[in-house]
Structures are given as C-alpha cells and as structure tokens.
C-alpha cells in the first residue's frame, strides 16, 4: 500500500511496526485510531494492506481473571503506509517509537535492517513486544551502533492474545494482560521515564519495570506453555507417517502429558533461576510467575513446597494434573485457540506445523536458551534437555546429541552462540553496556557487581 498524504501536525508522533503478525494489527487499529499518532508498518507484504485496520475486542470483566463477562468492542485505525522492507530508511523517517512486533526468531535479522535507519538527531524508543530468547545480546553484537538518544525496551510477556482474520485488514483480539512488565534502557533518568511513559500511553496498563533484560529470557508464558502443550498433543508424531484426524484446540484440549510436561520445564526453570538470582544479585525469582494465577501458584510452591525441600509438586501433582486442563478450558482467551496444525500430504487428517512459532521461537530461542545458560553455571537441566530432544526429533534439527551440544545449537539464542561457555563469560555477556561506545548515566538495567 502506498504512503498516504499526511495531514498531521508538527507534534504527532510516528510509530512504526516492524512485522506484519497480528499484535500489529492490534496496534495499528489502536493507535491508529488515536488522535496525536500516525502508524506505519514494515513487511514482507506490504501490498496486502489497506488504509485501515478493523479490530474486534473481546472485553473482560476482569483481565486478570478471563473466566465471564465478556463484550465486544469494534474499531479501526489508520495507517499512514506499509513499507516493503527494501524502503526502511523511509518508513522509519522521523520515527518516535520503533517495535518489532514479530517471532523471537526474527529479531535478529529484522534489527539488522532497521537500526542502521533509525533517527540520529532526535529521541527515539525501539524495543520488542516480546523480548524472550537474548534480545539484547543481540543489540550488542549488532556492528551498527545505536543512536545516541535511544532508549530500549523488551517485553517480558506479550501483552494480547489475537489472531488476524483478514491480513492487512481485520484481527480479533481476545484479551489484553493487565500488566506491561518491561525491562527498560536508556541514556539518562529522563528518556527512560519518557520510554516507561509511553510504553503505558500506547498499550494502556500500568508498566511494571524489571531489574534487568535477563526475567524476559526466564518467562514462564510461551518457553514453558508451547513446549508443553504441544509435547502432550504430538509426543508420538514421527514425521511422514504420523496423521491426526481433526487440528485440536491447543489449550482447550491440554491433556495430562501437556501438564507433566510444562511440570518439568518448571522445576528445571524455578532451579536455574534460583541459582541466576545467587549468581546475579538481582531478585529474578521475583519476576518469575507474573501473571496474577502464575503468581500465585509459583508463590504458593515456595512457601508449602520448595521450603520443605519438595522437588515439584510431590501429593499435589494428582490435584494439578486434573484441575491444570479445566482451568485452560473455562480461560475465555485461550480455550479457542486450534493448535498449529497443517492438512497432511494427500488432504487427509493433520500434522503439527512445526514451522511455526511453536517451535520455531520455543525451542532454540527458548528452552535451548535455558539450557546454555545453565551450562555456563554447571548446572543440570535434565528436563529441559528431554524436551529439546523430543521437539527436535519432530522439527528435524539437532540441537543436543544426548547431553553434548549438537550442530544446531549454535543456531540458537543460548549463550553459547556469543562464545560464552563458562560463569566468567555469561557475567561479561550479562553486564556489557548496551551502548559500549559512550558514556552513559545509569538506566533502569543494572550493572552486575
């Protein structure tokens, strides 16, 4: 779609989507229905857009708590142009704020593209809607160095659940998380009270701030749930002979493996990030379970279970793995989602499409990460590692060879990929500046001691 003329004012800020996925949807309806802002987008197919963008909204009597009351809310936003990514340089003209909304896969070559084409002489925030898998090792290892009066940021969580209906056109969105948690950085106390301010101006909740980038790479939303999940749904999936008879709901249909399974990601998780808070410092087993039922539940195993010296839920595992699919299924927000199935070869039945962010985003940006990151501490991650080993076998890629790193790892986001291999390495990795080439005032990312 080409630029359309702009009528704004002096004053109205520019905001520019990296990615065509349904989070920019949401926004560029959102935003661009906002008076004071215009939206642009950068795409692969930036013909399939129009002048507009139509949202409907399911609300919530309580985002914390999705279970009722739902209503639909219908609106649409303008944007100014969609940009093949040939034309950075001019859909990030004047640019204010930058976001990749997009697969962790794809942050790296995506702010290879764009960072070169930020604004040099003005303020400009640019970060990622979701920022799991190492997002700001990758700004560091960038060779183009970042504008000056840049602040950064990355999401923790992603804060929608929505699908595009129609690309380019029409999404629906399912819910808003009621809590922006974002690690913030930025050259002066200013710009980053400027960036938490517009963080919470643009997704409407109130922005919890975390110590550092590292909580974002130990969540426990998509790393935790996808693996999981899916580890229940296609465990006996061999590729060209498994076909399923129907795509099933991904969380409406969570079975008692899926449960066991995200049971085991977490008791390696809960354990790495223990020992990462020792390592670090920084009181990481604080940011864990954000959401408010994750919350709970993680805060309710420190002071029954883990204080006792209970690895897991010992009794109460019968209790989860019978409650864990019925809270799924009575989740308003989740319980329609349809796992990420294709038609098998021939038409009949379905197969897991494991080129999806599923697996694409989840297993090397991130359980691999989990993994490399406790190598670098000596410390075992047995469950992780049978997970990355069961995925892989379905994706066809080699990221572990028993317990010895495979070819593939190097391909991951884990520390390794930035030649870490030991404690010394992963403290330089997580206490190098993110702007290295300047002096800078302290930012909400604190150093390590």
Request: charge should be positive; glycine fraction near 10%; proline fraction near 8%.
């Amino acid at each position: 779609m080409p630029p359309r003329s702009s009528t704004h004012s002096a004053d109205t800020r520019t905001l520019v989507l990296c990615g065509g996925g349904s989070g920019s949807h949401v926004l560029a309806a959102d935003i661009g229905r906002r008076p004071g802002w215009r939206v642009r987008v950068l795409t692969s197919r930036p013909e399939s857009w129009a002048d507009h963008v139509e949202c409907v909204e399911q609300l919530h009597r309580s985002d914390r708590y999705p279970v009722a009351g739902v209503r639909r809310l219908e609106y649409r936003g303008a944007i100014e142009g969609a940009f093949g990514w040939e034309r950075a340089g001019e859909a990030l003209r004047g640019a204010d704020v930058v976001v990749l909304v997009c697969p962790v896969h794809a942050h790296r070559p995506i702010l290879e593209r764009v960072v070169p084409e930020l604004p040099r002489d003005r303020p400009v925030l640019l970060g990622s809607l979701f920022a799991q898998g190492g997002f700001d090792w990758i700004l560091r290892e960038l060779d183009v160095q970042l504008p000056p009066e840049a602040a950064l940021f990355g999401l923790k969580r992603y804060p929608f659940l929505c699908k595009a209906g129609e690309y380019g056109r029409r999404v629906e969105l399912f819910g808003r998380f009621p809590q922006v948690v974002a690690a913030v950085d930025a050259p002066g106390a200013e710009l980053r009270a400027r960036a938490i301010a517009t963080l919470g101006e643009l997704l409407q909740r109130p922005v919890l701030e975390l110590p550092s980038f590292l909580p974002c790479a130990l969540n426990m939303s998509n790393q935790l749930l996808h693996p999981g999940i899916a580890w229940g749904h296609f465990h006996d999936y061999v590729p060209g002979q498994t076909v399923y008879p129907r795509q099933m709901r991904f969380y409406g249909d969570l079975n008692r493996r899926g449960v066991q399974a995200m049971e085991a990601i977490y008791r390696d998780l809960v354990a790495l990030t223990r020992e990462l808070a020792r390592f670090t410092g920084l009181p990481l087993l604080e940011y864990l379970g954000i959401d408010p039922m994750m919350r709970w539940a993680v805060s309710l195993r420190m002071r029954v279970l883990h204080r006792r010296g209970i690895d897991g839920l010992g009794p109460l595992r019968y209790v989860e793995e019978l409650f864990g699919p019925l809270t799924f299924r009575l989740n308003r927000r989740l319980n329609r989602i349809l796992a990420p199935m294709i038609p098998a070869p021939g038409g009949h039945g379905f197969i897991p499409n494991v080129s999806s962010r599923f697996w694409a985003d989840d297993i090397p940006h991130g359980l691999c990460v989990l993994a490399g990151l406790g190598r670098t501490l000596q410390l075992p991650t047995p469950r992780i590692d049978a997970l990355i080993r069961g995925h892989q076998a379905i994706m066809g890629h080699r990221y572990l060879i028993g317990d010895e790193l495979g070819p593939d790892f190097a391909d991951t986001g884990a520390p390794q990929r930035y030649g870490v291999h030991d404690r010394a390495g992963l403290r330089a990795l997580l206490s190098a500046p993110l702007r290295p080439d300047r002096d800078r005032a302290p930012s909400a990312s604190r150093s390590l001691a």
